[in-house]
Nanobody, 121 residues
Framework: QVQLVESGGGLVQPGGSLRLSCAAS????????MGWYRQAPGKQRELVAT???????DYLDFVKGRFTISRDNAKNTVYLQMNSLKPEDTAVYYC???????????????WGQGTQVAISS
């Protein structure tokens, strides 16, 4: 069993910054890719950023240059630094990790519970 716990969401003004964290715990053998997704009201969930085990990253075009994803493998944690926030960034943000547990040899997706990010003046 693996649990992902997110933190760092909140309400900020346009142009502000937030840092999201997502820590995994449980019977973890290895973690491959980590990522952040978001879902705005009435919209489908979309991929915001990913980081592979080797450190390579990929971003949604809309957030390039403003958001930075990083990971701490020793802590099984992924971060999302969000700068120059815009009202369009308002959404529930979810982390996802591709995990191999101690008891299973297959890679499985695990999701966090979501954290609300609201950008408003």
């Amino acid at each position: 069993q693996v649990q992902l716990v997110e933190s760092g969401g909140g309400l900020v003004q346009p142009g502000g910054s937030l840092r999201l964290s997502c820590a995994a715990s449980g019977s973890i053998f290895s973690i491959n890719a980590m990522g952040w997704y978001r879902q705005a009201p009435g919209k489908q969930r979309e991929l915001v950023a990913t980081i592979k085990s080797g450190g390579s990253t990929d971003y949604l075009d809309f957030v390039k240059g403003r958001f930075t994803i990083s990971r701490d493998n020793a802590k099984n944690t992924v971060y999302l630094q969000m700068n120059s926030l815009k009202p369009e960034d308002t959404a529930v943000y979810y982390c996802k990790m591709v995990v191999r547990t101690i008891s299973r040899i297959v890679w499985t997706d695990y999701w966090g519970q979501g954290t609300q990010v609201a950008i408003s003046s």
